[in-house]
């Protein structure tokens, strides 16, 4: 069965310094891997998706197949970056059904 | 711009109460989802639906049950709610389309069971 690990519930970095936010999975199939975001009061939504290998908001996430990772970075954390995160994986179906990881809280202080 | 809408922001409820949470989504989605989001467990998925009357169990289906009568409109319900069951419950919706892999949520709605 498919699982998705992000191992620290809380991170806590200065404005300004890099931040990476750890997620694993396990699947045997081919992954179709993502990061969403939830913003203090607002809705959960779609920051990257690992197929598009792009920068959102200064954040990238490669898809490492070897160590099954998908870690998303940034290399200079801002305070608006504070949010819930989580990961999650695809497993290929038509319906798109998604299995999520923990979910990770980003604290940047100023 | 995609809209989700759940019926309740916040609801509170005794047990034994059968309880309905009801999301609309007005994007012609044909799939749409049913998480509930507890702290340190993520996002775990109960049922969901990939067309009207049609719908299949997720990760953690018991004690629940779900209904979709009109494509728009998807419904959880509780059949006789638990404490345990006190968590914020999220809807979503996708369209069926093997390029378009992204789901969009409501805001959201908080049980209390007491």
């Known amino acids: 069965a498919q699982r998705v690990t992000q191992p620290e519930k809380l991170l806590s970095v200065f404005k300004g310094a890099p931040v990476e936010l750890k997620c694993n999975y396990s699947?045997?199939?081919?992954?179709?891997l993502f990061w969403y975001v939830q913003y203090s009061r607002q809705r959960l939504q779609l920051l990257l998706r690992?197929?598009s290998r792009e920068s959102i908001k200064g954040f990238t996430a490669d898809l490492n197949k070897g160590e099954t990772s998908f870690h998303l970075k940034k290399p200079f954390a801002q305070e608006e970056d504070s949010a819930m995160y989580y990961c999650?994986?695809?497993?290929?179906?038509?319906?798109?059904?998604?299995?999520f990881g923990q979910g990770t809280i980003l604290t940047v202080h100023p | 711009d995609v809209k989700v809408t759940q019926s309740s922001r916040y609801l509170v409820k005794r047990t034994g109460e059968k309880v309905f949470l009801e999301c609309v989504q007005d994007m012609d989605h044909e799939n749409m989802f049913w998480y509930r989001q507890d702290p340190g467990l993520g996002l775990r998925l109960i049922y969901f639906s990939y067309d009207v009357k049609m719908k299949e169990k997720g990760d953690i289906p018991e004690g629940y049950s779900v209904s979709r009568e009109k494509k728009e409109r998807f419904s959880l319900i509780l059949e006789s709610a638990s404490t345990n069951q006190t968590s914020m419950y999220l809807c979503?919706?996708?369209?069926?389309?093997?390029?378009?892999?992204?789901?969009?949520f409501g805001p959201g709605t908080r049980l209390t069971v007491l």
């Open positions: 979503a919706s996708s369209p069926v389309a093997e390029w378009f892999d992204e789901q969009f």
């Open positions: 690992h197929i």
């Open positions: 999650a994986l695809r497993t290929g179906t038509s319906y798109g059904k998604l299995t």
């Open positions: 699947y045997s199939g081919s992954p179709e």
